[in-house]
């Protein structure tokens, strides 16, 4: 009898101490979207949606506009994505299914340390490794080839939008890497077995049974590359050369989001300029629920059709 | 029930696969020992043995599915149908085509029934649409599975039970029209109702295909096989007829291991 009221305060106390360490994540989350709220305020009511739609960031004459940091945001984020995701599932793919197992040990051992490493030094070693490397062979490259597309014309400067774009790369690449690997590895060897059993190649049956067996954290890899590259802050800064226009060369000065904020909120001496900060913050965290959201449903479809009509 | 073959009708039988001083090796731990065996044709032969002992090594020589892993090494000869398929030059692509698989557990692939027996299709024949679904149905009909799949082909096979997965493996490596088809302890993971479906199965294959059974499961070997042999430590100890082996064996091992002194 005794024993039965004990337990049942100990699982009552347990149950509200678990709750309350929950609770935080809400507060926490509910905090910040308040205090952004409440901060943009006066941008929201000089500029209103004409806010996200111009282009202006004239801080002298107190105009201002997201349209060039959304822009940058989306353009960078893009390039990175679209060059890290076949790459890093190309990697992964390697080191699971084709390397030799001591090969496979180092590299991913490698792959790990990169995604260690802080991203100041992929901004430093951007800015003065990478960016001269863009500056004197790549740029002038892309520009005698491919020139006569909008997106590679312009003077070779080093930094600019592709620069940024090709940091993201190299910094999202063994996050998506990494998490690939360890779906690819979880595919059952029996399943495999049976792949090739039916006379697959080790390319069809990675292709077709192992990446789709594991497709949903492969899907989850993805995003958590794209979440940490939308927000991406100090080594964008660095190579993206921190100019609010939007331009159709990838030659050209940028800015995202998360770098207008690491570097302008120690020059916003106007409360309206503070302000427009902070609704540029309010967009990027928008932004990133939005995403995040996007690929939550998106699992869960997909969870549901693989679960079936049963 | 009992269609066991008697030790004349062994001899008398065409092989299908013929083994000669077959050695494997784990890295450098031997697993099989002179392995000598003659699959007779057309007829489901049973390996029995203890847990350790070498069956489902042995088998997956035959479509040299060890080659997956690297310290995996056989030696010796393995002749089907006439060629050494141990020989570097052989096609893998299409000796597994003609040699089917069937694993412990059902091995569906993630995506519609009617895209699991068209997928291992697909990749060896050239087939359209109308050619392609009428393959499958003959597949899963020799499967013994349409029946309770044909309204819901396009549903995803890890929606069915176990034992349907199971006989969906089965059709699956029917329908490349192999001629050999090695089982590895195909109801280890099935409950007995689904287990009785299969080897009711097997007993129909029979008549087209040649069968090799692994199984611990000695009653089973009984009720489905032709003939049996029984491994030990990696040695292949007694082959015979089904019924000899189970009511008259030759060696000490074998009626030991038969009347459940160990194993």
Same mark, same amino acid.
């Given at each position: 009898?005794?024993?039965?009221?004990?337990?049942?305060?100990?699982?009552?106390?347990?149950?509200?101490?678990?709750?309350?360490?929950?609770?935080?994540?809400?507060?926490?989350?509910?905090?910040?979207?308040?205090?952004?709220?409440?901060?943009?305020? /006066?941008?929201?009511? @000089?500029? %209103?949606?004409?806010?996200?739609?111009?282009? +202006?960031?004239?801080?002298?004459?107190? @105009?201002?506009?997201?349209?060039?940091?959304?822009?940058?945001?989306?353009?960078?984020?893009?390039?990175?994505?679209?060059?890290?995701?076949?790459?890093?599932?190309?990697?992964?793919?390697?080191?699971?299914?084709?390397? *030799?197992?001591?090969?496979?040990?180092?590299?991913?051992?490698? !792959?790990?340390?990169? #995604?260690?490493?802080?991203? !100041? !030094?992929?901004?430093?070693? %951007?800015?003065?490794?990478?960016?001269?490397?863009?500056?004197?062979?790549?740029?002038?490259?892309?520009?005698?080839?491919?020139?006569?597309?909008?997106?590679?014309?312009?003077?070779?400067?080093?930094?600019? /939008?592709?620069?940024?774009?090709?940091?993201?790369?190299?910094?999202?690449?063994?996050?998506?890497?990494?998490?690939?690997?360890?779906?690819?590895?979880?595919?059952?060897?029996?399943?495999?077995?049976?792949? *090739?059993?039916?006379?697959?190649? /080790?390319?069809? #049956?990675?292709? *077709?049974?192992?990446?789709?067996?594991?497709?949903? %954290? !492969?899907?989850?890899?993805?995003?958590?590359?794209?979440?940490? +590259?939308?927000?991406?802050?100090?080594?964008?800064?660095?190579?993206?050369?921190?100019?609010?226009?939007?331009?159709?060369?990838?030659?050209?000065?940028?800015?995202?989001?998360?770098?207008?904020? +690491?570097?302008?909120?120690?020059?916003?001496?106007?409360?309206?300029?503070?302000?427009?900060?902070? @609704?540029?913050?309010?967009?990027?965290?928008?932004?990133?629920?939005?995403?995040?959201?996007?690929? *939550?449903?998106?699992?869960?479809?997909?969870?549901?059709?693989?679960?079936?009509?049963? | 029930?009992?269609?066991?073959?008697?030790?004349?009708?062994?001899?008398?039988?065409?092989?299908?696969?013929?083994?000669?001083?077959?050695?494997?090796?784990?890295?450098?731990?031997?697993?099989?020992?002179?392995?000598?065996?003659?699959?007779?044709?057309?007829? &489901?032969?049973?390996?029995?043995?203890?847990?350790?002992?070498?069956?489902?090594?042995?088998?997956?020589?035959?479509?040299?599915?060890?080659?997956?892993?690297?310290?995996?090494?056989? $030696?010796?000869?393995?002749?089907?149908?006439?060629?050494?398929?141990?020989?570097?030059? &052989?096609?893998?692509?299409?000796?597994?085509?003609?040699?089917?698989?069937?694993?412990?557990?059902?091995?569906?692939?993630?995506?519609?029934?009617?895209?699991?027996?068209?997928?291992?299709?697909?990749?060896?024949?050239?087939?359209?649409?109308?050619?392609?679904?009428?393959?499958?149905?003959?597949?899963?009909?020799?499967?013994?599975?349409?029946?309770?799949?044909?309204?819901?082909?396009?549903?995803?096979?890890?929606?069915?039970?176990?034992?349907?997965?199971?006989?969906?493996?089965?059709?699956?490596?029917?329908?490349?029209?192999?001629?050999?088809?090695?089982?590895?302890?195909?109801?280890?993971?099935?409950?007995?109702?689904?287990?009785?479906?299969?080897?009711?199965?097997?007993?129909?294959?029979?008549?087209?295909?040649?069968?090799?059974?692994?199984?611990?499961?000695?009653?089973?070997?009984?009720?489905?096989?032709?003939?049996?042999?029984?491994?030990?430590?990696?040695?292949?100890? $007694?082959?015979?007829?089904?019924?000899?082996?189970?009511?008259?064996?030759? $060696?000490?091992?074998? $009626?030991?291991?038969?009347?459940?002194?160990?194993?």
């Amino acid at each position: 009898m005794n024993e039965t009221t004990r337990q049942r305060r100990v699982d009552r106390a347990f149950r509200i101490l678990t709750a309350s360490c929950a609770l935080v994540v809400i507060v926490l989350m509910g905090g910040i979207l308040f205090e952004l709220l409440r901060n943009s305020g /006066m941008s929201m009511k @000089e500029f %209103g949606f004409g806010f996200l739609t111009s282009d +202006a960031w004239n801080p002298g004459a107190g @105009e201002f506009g997201a349209a060039s940091s959304i822009f940058g945001t989306v353009v960078s984020t893009a390039i990175a994505m679209l060059l890290a995701v076949p790459l890093s599932l190309i990697i992964a793919i390697y080191l699971v299914e084709v390397a *030799h197992p001591r090969v496979s040990k180092i590299v991913g051992g490698g !792959i790990e340390l990169l #995604a260690a490493v802080p991203s !100041i !030094i992929y901004g430093m070693w %951007g800015l003065f490794v990478f960016a001269a490397l863009m500056q004197e062979h790549v740029q002038p490259w892309l520009g005698r080839w491919f020139g006569f597309l909008p997106l590679f014309q312009g003077p070779p400067m080093g930094i600019g /939008m592709l620069t940024a774009g090709l940091i993201l790369t190299l910094m999202v690449l063994p996050f998506i890497t990494a998490v690939t690997r360890d779906v690819l590895q979880m595919v059952p060897p029996v399943l495999k077995e049976s792949a *090739h059993g039916v006379g697959a190649t /080790m390319w069809e #049956a990675t292709r *077709h049974i192992a990446l789709k067996y594991g497709r949903r %954290g !492969i899907v989850g890899a993805v995003f958590l590359g794209f979440g940490r +590259a939308l927000g991406e802050t100090m080594a964008v800064t660095f190579v993206i050369g921190n100019s609010h226009r939007i331009s159709s060369s990838l030659f050209d000065a940028g800015n995202t989001i998360a770098s207008s904020l +690491a570097n302008e909120f120690n020059e916003a001496s106007e409360p309206i300029y503070l302000s427009s900060l902070f @609704e540029l913050a309010l967009v990027l965290f928008g932004l990133t629920l939005l995403f995040q959201t996007l690929a *939550h449903f998106w699992v869960s479809r997909m969870q549901r059709q693989e679960a079936g009509s049963r | 029930m009992n269609r066991a073959g008697s030790a004349e009708e062994a001899r008398s039988l065409p092989s299908k696969v013929s083994v000669r001083n077959l050695n494997f090796y784990y890295g450098g731990q031997q697993a099989l020992f002179d392995n000598n065996i003659d699959i007779p044709e057309k007829r &489901v032969t049973a390996i029995i043995g203890p847990s350790g002992c070498g069956k489902s090594t042995h088998i997956r020589v035959y479509n040299r599915i060890y080659e997956l892993y690297r310290t995996h090494r056989a $030696e010796g000869q393995v002749v089907i149908d006439g060629k050494n398929i141990l020989l570097p030059s &052989v096609d893998l692509i299409d000796l597994r085509k003609r040699v089917g698989m069937i694993f412990q557990r059902p091995t569906p692939f993630p995506m519609t029934i009617f895209d699991n027996i068209a997928y291992g299709l697909k990749l060896h024949y050239r087939v359209g649409r109308t050619e392609l679904s009428d393959r499958v149905e003959d597949a899963l009909k020799r499967g013994a599975l349409w029946d309770e799949v044909k309204d819901k082909l396009g549903e995803p096979a890890n929606a069915l039970s176990g034992g349907q997965q199971q006989r969906l493996c089965i059709a699956r490596a029917i329908a490349t029209e192999p001629e050999l088809i090695l089982m590895d302890e195909p109801c280890s993971a099935i409950d007995p109702v689904a287990t009785a479906k299969i080897e009711d199965l097997i007993q129909t294959l029979r008549d087209n295909y040649t069968v090799v059974l692994v199984t611990h499961n000695m009653q089973q070997a009984a009720r489905v096989s032709d003939f049996t042999a029984f491994f030990y430590k990696g040695y292949i100890i $007694e082959f015979g007829a089904t019924k000899q082996i189970f009511t008259n064996p030759a $060696e000490r091992e074998t $009626e030991d291991y038969i009347t459940g002194r160990f194993g």
